[in-house]
T-cell receptor
Framework: DAKTTQPPSMDCAEGRAANLPCNHS???????VYWYRQIHSQGPQYIIH?????ETNEMASLIITEDRKSSTLILPHATLRDTAVYYC??????????????WGLGTSLAVNP | GAGVSQTPSNKVTEKGKYVELRCDPI?????LYWYRQSLGQGPEFLIY????????DSGLPNDRFFAVRPEGSVSTLKIQRTERGDSAVYLC?????????????FGPGTRLLVL
């Protein structure tokens, strides 16, 4: 079962910041939060991930709340090419140190001109 | 450099047939994953290889599904006696595990249609 919940869809104006929320209230202490996006008919593309500190890279910023029960992905200046489904994912690790990504349904982001 | 590649990109088969789907991971990546994605859903984990061995196959839906990675690089997902419900996009990902900072890189997927 997915460990994350996201709004099914969001809109954003081109050039503005897109803030995508995610709830992961059952996350465990050693489980990372990952964000991927998927443009229609393509494989998922890695964006960013983090454990408890905020992270930033050339694509986006990830803000994780102090209690780690939610996070926000920020695309600072959305472009039309950012239109995609954005997945917030928890990476789980079992006793044998085997890791896997548990995906939900994602947020379909539409960037409008 | 070259990313993860998957072949074929599309596969149409008839119910009851056998299919093989191939994944070429990023060179040097020791971990390889298979996922299945149905329309409107997120990817669903199938199996994970660390090197040549299947470290976690808990996501394989039944014994018609099998995957191998004999030399620790290329992997093949095999589906016997295909059913219409097997129709989906099959995604492969690879990673070079570096502690907690693992990043999985995905291929474009193989779209399987079982008629």
């Amino acid at each position: 079962d997915a460990k994350t919940t996201q709004p099914p869809s969001m809109d954003c104006a081109e050039g503005r910041a897109a803030n995508l929320p995610c709830n992961h209230s059952t996350i465990s202490g050693n489980e990372y939060v990952y964000w991927y996006r998927q443009i229609h008919s393509q494989g998922p593309q890695y964006i960013i991930h983090g454990l408890k500190n905020n992270e930033t890279n050339e694509m986006a910023s990830l803000i994780i709340t102090e209690d780690r029960k939610s996070s926000t992905l920020i695309l600072p200046h959305a472009t039309l090419r950012d239109t995609a489904v954005y997945y917030c994912i928890v990476r789980v690790e079992n006793a044998g140190n085997n890791r896997k990504l548990i995906w939900g349904l994602g947020t379909s982001l539409a960037v409008n001109p | 450099g070259a990313g993860v590649s998957q072949t074929p990109s599309n596969k149409v088969t008839e119910k009851g047939k056998y299919v093989e789907l191939r994944c070429d991971p990023i060179s040097g990546h020791t971990a390889l994953y298979w996922y299945r994605q149905s329309l409107g859903q997120g990817p669903e984990f199938l199996i994970y290889f660390q090197g040549t061995g299947a470290a976690d196959d808990s996501g394989l839906p039944n014994d018609r599904f099998f995957a191998v990675r004999p030399e620790g690089s290329v992997s093949t997902l095999k589906i016997q006696r295909t059913e219409r419900g097997d129709s989906a996009v099959y995604l492969c990902a690879s990673s070079d595990i570096a502690g907690g900072r693992e990043t999985q890189y995905f291929g474009p997927g193989t779209r399987l249609l079982v008629l």
